[in-house]
């Protein structure tokens, strides 16, 4: 063997980015751009023809579209055999089981879905999970721009599912709570027994604070996102990774170490 062949780098991974113009998109597309071992072959927005995906050989898809276009994204990959990593919002337990049907058809084939690629993001919804049994009280407060179509925040629900996992392992009761509603909404929404508020204001980007209290003492968790670069090294760790990685991957704790 040459010292040619020895130092020659692999084959660059081939992307294609599905809501390509938007906010996220634009910046996955960037990234993906400037990593010398990964490829942008195809970029679709709302109105291109996916097709444009698999005629450019794509190996993985990253979609950053919207909750009702995401689930026939996603099947439209998994059947052509590519690999997906999805951050758009919207995913039920409902919606998962439908994915982990698709994925079981096409065994080789991986998917990451993630709430939130920001590293920052995920130790905080950990920390908060670590923290939920040892509180009897808790409520998440998300704030983002006002141009986020949904409310709660992917993120928000997902914390608060884990925290009351955590709640119930630890045998916490209902967290406790006598006040009235006297406007409704005024507590916010209620996520398996844990009150999630949502904030919208220009200015602000992604945010979240998990408040737990007890007997004299409060703990505040708080990430805030003041870029959207921020997801982009979680995004980028989840391109590398999902084609090693058949099934559905849920969340980029696994993939984290
Ligand atoms: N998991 C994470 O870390 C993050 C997740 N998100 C989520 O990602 C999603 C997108 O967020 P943004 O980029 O802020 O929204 P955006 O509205 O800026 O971008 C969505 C894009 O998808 C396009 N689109 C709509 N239908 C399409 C289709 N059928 N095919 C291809 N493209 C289509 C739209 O034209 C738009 O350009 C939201 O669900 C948001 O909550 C956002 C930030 C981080
Ligand atoms: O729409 C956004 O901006 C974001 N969406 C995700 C969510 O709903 O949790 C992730 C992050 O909060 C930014």
Redesign the pocket.
């Known amino acids: 063997m040459t010292d040619e062949q020895v130092s020659s780098p692999a084959e660059p991974l081939r992307v294609g980015v ?8 634009a910046e996955v597309c960037k990234a993906v751009d400037a990593a010398s071992d990964l490829e942008l072959v195809a970029t ?3 109105g ?1 023809d ?1 097709t444009a995906v698999s005629d450019a050989g794509a190996q993985v898809v990253v979609d ?4 009702d ?2 689930m ?2 996603l099947q439209w990959c998994v059947e052509r055999g590519i690999h997906a990593v999805v ?4 995913f039920t337990e409902q919606r998962l089981e439908q994915v982990r049907g698709w994925l079981a058809a096409k065994p080789g084939v991986g998917a990451v879905i ?5 590293i920052g ?1 995920v130790l905080m919804m950990q920390f908060a999970a670590r923290a939920a049994r040892h509180f009897e009280s808790v409520e998440i407060i998300e704030q983002h721009h006002p ?4 409310a709660p ?3 928000a629900t997902h914390t608060a599912r884990q925290i009351a996992r955590a709640r119930a392992e630890a045998g916490l009761g209902p967290v406790p709570d006598a006040t009235k509603d006297e406007v409704a909404g005024a507590r916010g929404a209620d996520i398996d027994g844990v009150r999630v508020h949502a904030v919208r204001a220009t200015g602000l980007v ?1 945010h979240q604070e998990v408040l737990f209290g007890t007997t004299g003492e409060t703990l505040t968790i708080r990430h805030d ?1 003041y870029d ?1 670069v921020s ?1 982009m090294p ?2 980028l760790l989840a391109v590398r990774a999902v084609p090693d990685r058949p099934g559905l991957t849920l969340g980029l704790d696994p993939l984290l170490g």
């Open positions: 599905l809501g390509a113009r938007g906010r996220m998109g679709v927005d709302q291109d996916l950053f579209t919207t909750p276009v995401v026939g994204n951050g758009t919002t919207g993630a709430p939130n690629f920001g993001a141009r986020k179509l949904d925040s992917g993120t992604a996102s959207r997801f979680g995004v």
